[in-house]
């Protein structure tokens, strides 16, 4: 069933993914050189841009917020992508063969949304941006101790669940700020 949110979702991915359609044909897939902790550092970069840019009320590099949870999802997704690739798959993939993992891994975040959604009822539409930025970050801590800890934890849920989450927040702050609509 399209809900509200699911329809907003899907308008806000669009725009991610084309992005992603578009740096892949500028740039190719460089991003694959990376290893998941300088993923993550990435992801932690704009992150803490945005909560920085919240906390001044300013900024001095004209690059808006809006961009930042753009690359937050986008890298998110890099993460997922490499996290699913053979480590010895070629450093070069066109995007003909990235599309359906990126879609993989998107329609997989979608459902968590959608379950979450349900269990609590959108919140999400009561928080603040800043909170999410905060429990973005927070999100990027647990990953990068997960990461220390060479992918092992004792009870908690793992990286990929961790991206997902900062996916979703991540869209959320972009609903919330009316980029679906444009």
Sequence with gaps: METKTTNEYTQVIA???????????????????????SITDQIFIKAQRIRSIQENGS???????????????????????????????????????LEPV????VNSTRGLLENKNHDYGEAWRNMRVSSMTDIILMKLLRVKQIEDNQGKTIVSEGIEANYQDMINYSVFCLI???????
Aim: aromatic fraction near 12%.
């Design 176 to 182: 919330k700020q009316g980029y679906h609509e444009v």
């Design 15 to 37: 725009r991610c993914k084309e992005l992603f359609r578009k740096k892949t044909l500028d740039y190719g897939t460089a991003w694959r050189i990376l290893r998941l902790p």
């Design 59 to 97: 900024q001095k590099v004209d690059d808006p917020i809006l961009d930042e949870f753009v690359g937050i999802i986008n890298y998110c997704l890099i993460a997922l992508i490499q996290i699913s690739l053979k480590q010895d798959e070629g450093m070069e993939i066109p995007y003909s063969e």
């Design 102 to 105: 990126y879609d993989k891994w």
